[in-house]
Every structure is written in C-alpha cells, then in structure tokens.
C-alpha cells in the first residue's frame, strides 16, 4: 500500500477570495470547516471513545445505520414508539461523521398496524433502502422496502413488499448489499406448507424492478429467531440461522451459501455442534475483500449468558469457534446482546454487544481484522448513557473506522458514538506536512483543491451536495509533487450549481480525505 504524508488540511485565503466578505469578521466563515483531525485513518479503530452524540429524543423501538462509502455521510432509521404501537420510521442523516444529526421525515406506512425491525442499506451510488416488517391488524406479517434516489426528502416513493404473497406470516428478516446486489432472508410461514416455518431467501439486482431468486433456504425450521445475512466479495453471501430441534432439546448454528448473487444456494451447513445449550441473538459479518474469506457468527449462550463467536477463513467451506467475548457478571442483567458490521474501505470487523451487570447496563465493543479474524481487540466499555435491555447497540462504521448507534434505558432515545468522532473532541492531535487544501473555503467563480502526491497515481475527486448527491467528478493520473484541480462551481450537465455548501472527497491510493466548502454566486 502506497504511503502518502500525514494531512494538514490549511485554510489559505488565495486569490479566488472576492472583496465583499470580511475576513477579520468571525461570522463571515462557516465554523464547522474540516481541520486533519476530521480526515480519515486507514487502520483498524484506536479506542479514543467520548462524548456521545444524541440522535433522537422519545420512545424507541428499533434503530439501524449505514455509511455512504462515496462521501463518508451517515443514514439512521428509528423506529418510534411514542404509544402502544410503533407505527412510524424517522430517518436521520450526518454530514460530519455524526457530530450532528438531520431530522430527514416520517417514513410511515398507511393502514392501522405495526412496524418491527427497520434496516437501512446506502447502495454503491449512494440510493438509501429503507426495509420494515409490517404487522398488519388481521396478523398478516410482511416485510416491505422503501427505496429514496434523493434523501432531502422521504416523499415521492413507495413501499415494495420483497415477500411474495398476501397470507404469509414473515416472522424476521435481515438484509445486506454489495457490488450492485441486494440480499434478504426471512423466515416464515405459508398455508401451502402446512404452517411448517421456513426460511427464505432472495436478491436484487439494484438496475432491476422486482426481487428474484426467491428460494427456500431450510424447510421446518423450528425456531423464529432472526436468521442474519452477510454479503460478501464477488457474489458470495452467507445466512446464518438458529436450528432448534425441539424433541431432542438441541440447537445449532447453520449457514447457507451462495456463490453466484443469489442465484443457487449450496446445502445448508453446521457453524457449531448440536447443544443442549439455549442459544440466540445471532449476527454475521463477511469480509468483502477479495483477497480474505473471513465470514464471523457472534452469538449469545443464554443459558451460561455468554458472548462469543465462530469463525471461517475459506468461505465457510469450514467453520470454527472463536471465544467468548465477554462472560457472566454478577447481578441481576445478564443479557449480552451482539451485533456485528465489516468495515469494507479498511478490512475489519465492528462487534457492538450489550453486556450489562446489577450496578450498570454497558455498550462493550471490540474489532478483528480481516486477515486475522481471531484477533480480538480487548473490550472497551464506551457508552456515556444507561444501554437499552430490550435490543442490541448497533454495530456499524464510518470510512474506515468503528461506529455504534444505542438506545438509552426504557429504550428511549438513541446516542451515537464512533472513534473518529470522540478522537476529535477528545484527543487533539498536531498534524505536519501539507498534503490536502483548498485555496479558500468560500468562492464565487473558482476554487482549487491541492494536494500531494509522493508518486505518479489515480485520483478521484468528487463534489457532493447537501443531500449526499455526487454533482461532479475529476478522474485523471497526476504527477508525483504538488497538483491541484480546479472547480469552476458547474455540475457533470455544466449547469452551475446553486448556492450553498457543498463537500469535497479526493482519493488516491487507499488514502481518502474530504472537507467542506461554500459557494456564492
């Protein structure tokens, strides 16, 4: 890997300045400007965890997140629950690596049901998917997806049901997504299968309009736990789910894979051995880097209130356990609820999990490498306020480092938390050797953005708008030394763009930095 110097982000007023805005005048700049300690590390998280960020305040029911891997801006749904049903999703989003929150509206689907377990999928081209079971008043159970090409707004798309039939009762599901495909599990039960619970599977092609490849994945389940899907490199995808064998009074971690987007799915397999041991809380994670076959089962043993994982190296062809994560402590909460997340711009694994004890009810998180998926980084308590006992911090990322997302004891209220972000506030560092900056921070015809490069490489530069939209890119090898690109304020059309601020992402290498910039007519 191509080693660049270490990022001095320095605001000069150059020449594109023009003369009707005071600059001795502190109301005349943007106060948010990117300094270093904003850009982005290429390594596994240090633990530098602070001060939680509040993203929303009331009654909660369900929350997930997800990074745009363009420009590093976050999307969260919350599902609410301010009276006995929890029938409507927010949708919140951060430009600055969740410092700050933006309320985005209500995503709420009509009728007089409920809502369980939203999830948030942010595509290769930056599209927001938000899925949700709906629980309709009859007791029809679907899962539905709602797509946004455009979050300044959650109007103007709707709901598609992913399973197929108007009878069926879908009990859980997860979804996961990459290069270019969508993927959903689900268990559930249809009358044509005599009430024998089975577990499904499907995938999208994001260029097409309807889910395919829907296929039963394991037929008489015997267990309604939540089956977890990863999708990893080149059309691989793995579903990890709970068999319960009710007569014999065993459990088993199974998975099921595909190799080919979905399209087939070979035999089911065993993750750990039949156990008389009551297991649950299952997720996975999966490496999706060509270059590893990682895939991760965390798990909680109910009955010892143990966390841990099993592991494979070689796509699952075979699958092995880890450790455990964390053990009982003493007291009356016990729960070790766990969620897991890979980090695909730097190769590791997030595992967020809730281990509470009779004095506290704690945010625990921890990381492993993709090339060293045993690795475990030793657990680090983070959370500022009391955790939710009623579902998992969610285990997510930034760019290339850890983030969670928690409820507050009730639940209620949601906090967000990350490395990069209490890094910053918490931690000031002093950066040397400019590499990337902009001649002005605010410009009226042109603007160039510099940087340095210690060899002859690609570079992409993309500006992106306030919605999270990319309006226009610079692709081109430059010279080893100094180099700038120009922006003259037009998109990709050579439309100019309106005023406002606007962001900027260069990468070159597996080097990646971003800032902010303004534009006035």
Known sequence: MKKFSIILLTIIIGLFVFADIDFNDPEGFDRDLPNAEYLLEKSPPEFKWGDDTQVYSGGVAGVAFDVDYRTGFLYAVVLTRNGALADSIMLYNSYNNGNTWNSKGLIILNGDGELENPEIIVTDDGRVSCFALYVESDGRRNLYMKEFADTSTTSGSH???????????????????????????WNAIYPTHNTNLTLYGASLDENLSSWINQINLFYDLQSTEDPKIAAGANGNAYVGFIEKRVDAGINNIRVKKTYDYGASWASSQAVSSLSTQIISNLDVAASTNPDYQSVWFTVQYDNLNNFGYYYSTDSCVTNQYGTIIISPKTGTWVERLGTISFNETADFATIAFKADSGASHDVGITYATANNPTGMFAVEIINDHAATGTFAPYAGNLLANSAIIYAGWGPTNLYFDSWIKTGIEDEMVTLSTPNVY????????????????????????????????IIKDFNAYYQKGNNNIMWNGNDNRGNTVSNGTYFYRVSFGSEIYSGKITYLK
């Open 159 to 185: 709901w598609e049901q992913i399973d197929r039939g108007n009878t069926d009762t879908v009990y859980a599901y997860d979804v996961d997504y990459q290069d270019g495909f969508y993927y959903a599990a």
């Open 438 to 469: 902009t001649s002005t921070p605010i410009f009226r015809d042109n603007i160039s953005i510099f940087f340095n490069l210690d060899n002859e490489t690609f570079v992409n530069l993309s500006i992106i708008d306030a919605t999270g939209r």
